[in-house]
């Protein structure tokens, strides 16, 4: 067999998109916190905590911690737990991303509530100039949307391409979601 042929079988197999996986598993530098919550691991994730070299805010090769991972998956006893044990609310990821525009573009409205109540900063932006808000109404998550709205947000943030919230989700066709921007103005809230 030649080795065209064998790469192929290879593909085929799916022996390659199993390496991938392990490769960027490998790769990811998770701390064991991470891969607990990674697995949706309740249990786990205490247990790490628990361990006092535990490093709640460490950060993997991306820059992620395990709040991020977890606000972005929506487990909500994982985030309560993440910050009962003092996880920063306000890192940023190498791209700028918190853990809160995480789970503002999954919509993820229960994470987004628990990082709100703790203090995260609404209004800060990613390498993008994407807020949170921007991440959301780009998504079509209008609860989320409101949500954030109601907290605070400011409407008027550009991206660097000069786009709105607004202009992202009228872009990405959330008709809903342009309406409740409209709505929010006519109420002088923008």
Not at 48 to 72: I, K, P, S
Not at 118 to 135: E, F, P, T
Not at 149 to 170: H, I, S
Request: with cysteine; hydrophobic share 45%.
């Amino acid at each position: 067999m030649n080795k065209t042929n064998w790469m192929m079988q290879w593909w085929r197999s799916g022996l390659m998109a199993v390496t991938a996986v392990v490769w960027l598993t490998a790769c990811d530098n998770n701390t064991p916190l991470m891969k607990a919550v990674l697995d949706q691991d309740a249990a786990g994730v205490t247990a790490e905590l628990q361990q006092q070299a535990a490093d709640v805010d460490a950060r993997n090769a991306y820059g992620w911690t395990a709040l991020m991972h977890a606000a972005r998956i929506g487990d909500e006893t994982i985030v309560q737990s993440l910050l009962a044990h003092g996880a920063a609310v306000d890192l940023q990821d190498e791209g700028g991303w918190t853990a809160l525009m995480r789970a503002a573009q999954k919509g993820n409205d229960g994470a987004v509530k628990q990082l709100l109540a703790r203090g995260a900063r609404i209004n800060l932006v990613d390498r993008k100039g994407y807020s949170a808000l921007h991440w959301a109404a780009h998504q079509g998550h209008i609860t989320t949307v409101n949500l954030l709205l109601t907290a605070g947000a400011d409407a008027a943030l550009k991206n660097v391409e000069g786009a709105t919230a607004d202009d992202l989700a009228g872009d990405e066709g959330h008709s809903d979601i342009v309406t409740l921007f409209k709505r929010q103005r006519a109420q002088g809230g923008g």
